[in-house]
């Protein structure tokens, strides 16, 4: 059974950082594509950052410049570290591995930034 396990999430203060995980198992996990969405509260979910199973990245503008996207394929785990975290990155993160018409989801992850 394909499973995604997000950990790393939490309160911290503007200015700080996170560093969240995503671990799988039951699928082959260098294949696919990996992607973070997050959803503010009131708001929809919307694309964070994606890596391609050759390790290409990009970015919604908000985050360029503080958040990086990673893979470890060896632990099966997809990472974003977090830097300069701002009220605005407040919400539920998700992360999401793709590959062609395969597609997982895991469970959402809170991040809370106070200002």
């Known amino acids: 059974q394909a499973r995604l396990v997000p950990s790393g999430g939490g309160l911290v203060q503007f200015g700080g950082s996170l560093r969240l995980s995503c671990a799988a198992s039951g699928f082959t996990f260098s294949n696919y594509a990996l992607t973070w969405d997050r959803q503010a509260p009131g708001k929809q979910r919307e694309f964070v950052a994606h890596?391609?199973?050759?390790?290409?990245?990009n970015y919604t503008d908000p985050v360029k410049d503080r958040f990086t996207i990673s893979r470890d394929n060896a632990r099966k785990t997809v990472y974003l570290e977090m830097n300069s975290l701002k009220p605005e990155d407040t919400g539920v993160y998700y992360c999401?591995?793709?590959?062609?018409?395969?597609?997982?989801w895991g469970q959402g992850i809170q991040v809370t930034v106070s200002s």
């Open positions: 890596i391609t199973s050759a390790g290409i990245t």
């Open positions: 999401n591995a793709n590959w062609g018409t395969f597609q997982y």
